[in-house]
């Protein structure tokens, strides 16, 4: 009993929700963007109220898919800068973007020049530069927090925010009340120095890059190759689509909330706002404990049950107490169904793709938001907002069958930090790291009664090389020599080889060491590397002149 109560008793401390909170600056850009998130949601009260005077029902809607909408066309290209580039810049670049467009929108709005259009390119534009702050700032919390405190981290910044949204909203709605939009959009344009500051100060410690970057397109092909072939992050970004499309309606139409179901003014808008962030406050709040008890799957379903139950119970609601308390409940269930998609997402890639896979996660939740604002405000004009908020609520239960059909996956056990054991190897012939197409192939020694297990451990091995840039996987067994199994792939230039190679994972090289346990030879197995050429040239320069030798053939252990 000594001896386990000795290796629990460190456990707490390191799990705490407050634990990533030592680390100072995860602590100072915490504390800052808590700030901006202030900011922002304050000018976001300023743009839905004024909507409601200027524009139409369904523009009121558009407010919302305004901001979310450039996050789902513009997050993968700011995931591919991220994993290329550094992100402290990105940061720095997106920051002083959306303080640009803020303060232009303070001075159209305070010298009256505001029309419907216009409100909507300006929260676009800042919808932009939260595209591009967006990835490189998830992807940068694991180089401030220990990983065993990102999940932590992950809550922490759902509840700052959602802390912020307690408050701002209310604060908000008493600026637009007293002083009108344009100071809720002056206040915003303050808010983003604090961060600017704060980043400008920060020297992260860098990994010295021996590769080239990767294209813009390359980046972003090789980051939806990864999403598309690893089943974790696929089953996310699915399930984060549906749960993004049903939630949006109670952010989107809770202006006609306001306005029609309880009968307030700014004011009460900013009150229910608060009510929705102090749920997601007590959400994050709770997070690490219900994540001791539940799975990923079971928290997920629980969630969408009780955002479901809370949509239909605001639908009727005529009171203003009891569409808070709904508002609560499904602000709870917000914040702990993105913050556990977005944890799996972030123990799902390792970190020469984890801000591509982020962005796909923000492109596939937020894309569901903006989507759903739309939807939603054209059925709240069609059909009235009791009807949308019901068929709302309804598909939130829908998710609830999916997860039935589709789980989270589990985090626990995985490993993905990259191993750096492989070596390039010596070449009898040289050449670019542009040439090619490299042509690999592994021969391997299997005896018959281990067939069955081979071919399970390469459908894995298929995933993983598929997963990791190679082309047209093929496993070949030998006519002649039935023990003998060949694994062949393709790599467009010898640098994508390398780059395979260097991504190889600690999960991966269990499915590789298995594999080399069932291999039966004298010795590892053997390994080709080939250069393809034609047979015959058309034209004297049609090859590089040093993929001109013979096709290159060096059997060594390195795979």
Not at 249 to 270: C, F, K, N
Request: with cysteine.
């Amino acid at each position: 009993m000594a001896s386990a109560a000795s290796e629990t008793a460190p456990r707490p401390p390191r799990t705490s929700l407050l634990s990533p909170l030592q680390s100072p600056i995860f602590r100072a850009v915490w504390i800052a963007s808590f700030a901006s998130n202030f900011g922002g949601l304050i000018q976001s009260v300023g743009a839905s109220w004024m909507m409601t005077h200027i524009g139409t029902i369904e523009m009121v809607a558009l407010v919302q898919a305004s901001v979310t909408l450039p996050i789902m066309l513009l997050s993968l290209p700011a995931g591919a800068l991220a994993d290329n580039f550094d992100r402290r810049i990105l940061m720095l670049a997106a920051q002083f973007f959306m303080l640009a467009v803020s303060v232009a929108l303070s001075l159209c709005a305070w010298a009256g020049l505001m029309t419907p259009w216009v409100l909507l390119l300006f929260t676009f534009l800042i919808g932009c530069g939260t595209a591009l702050n967006g990835p490189a700032w998830q992807a940068s919390v694991a180089e401030m927090v220990p990983r065993r405190d990102l999940a932590g981290a992950v809550a922490l910044n759902s509840m700052g925010f959602n802390l912020a949204r307690s408050v701002g909203p209310a604060l908000g709605g008493s600026i637009v009340a007293a002083f009108g939009a344009a100071a809720a959009f002056t206040v915003n344009a303050f808010s983003y120095l604090g961060l600017i500051f704060v980043l400008a100060r920060w020297k992260p410690e860098r990994v010295a890059r021996t590769l080239p970057r990767e294209g813009l397109h390359v980046a972003m092909g090789a980051g939806l190759r990864y999403a598309a072939m690893s089943g974790r992050i696929g089953s996310v970004l699915l399930r984060a689509v549906l749960f993004g499309f049903a939630a949006s309606a109670v952010q989107a139409l809770m202006p006609l909330v306001a306005r029609d179901s309880v009968g307030g003014g700014p004011l009460t808008y900013g009150l229910l706002l608060g009510a929705f962030g102090a749920g997601a406050v007590g959400g994050a709040i709770a997070s690490g404990r219900l994540r001791g008890l539940l799975s990923n799957e079971m928290l997920v379903r629980w969630s969408c049950l009780g955002f479901g139950l809370a949509t239909l119970a605001l639908a009727f609601s005529p009171w203003l107490w009891a569409s808070m308390a709904a508002l609560a409940v499904a602000g709870g269930g917000w914040v702990l169904t993105l913050s556990t998609f977005n944890v799996t997402v972030q123990m799902s890639a390792p970190r020469w793709v984890a801000a591509r896979a982020l962005a796909l996660y923000q492109v596939a939740a937020f894309g569901g938001m903006a989507l759903g604002s739309w939807a939603w405000g054209e059925s709240a004009a069609a059909e009235g907002l009791l009807v949308t908020l019901c068929l709302a609520g309804g598909l939130q239960f829908v998710c609830v069958l999916i997860g039935l059909r589709l789980p989270l996956p589990s985090t626990s056990g995985l490993n993905l930090e990259l191993v750096n054991r492989w070596t390039e190897p010596n070449l009898a012939v040289e050449i670019q790291p542009r040439s090619g197409p490299i042509v690999v192939t592994i021969e391997y020694v299997i005896d018959e009664a281990d067939v069955d297990e081979f071919l399970a451990a390469m459908a894995d091995r298929r995933r993983i090389r598929r997963r990791d840039g190679a082309r047209h996987w093929t496993l070949m067994r030998d006519l002649a020599d039935p023990r003998l199994w060949i694994e062949r792939y393709h790599t467009p230039t010898w640098l994508d080889y390398v780059r395979h190679n260097q991504r190889m994972t600690l999960s991966d090289i269990a499915v590789t060491d298995h594999v080399r346990g069932l291999h039966r030879g004298p010795e590892a197995p053997r390994v080709h590397r080939m250069i393809e050429r034609p047979t015959r040239l058309t034209h004297p320069h049609a090859l590089h002149p040093q993929e001109m030798p013979e096709p290159l053939t060096d059997p060594t252990r390195a795979s």
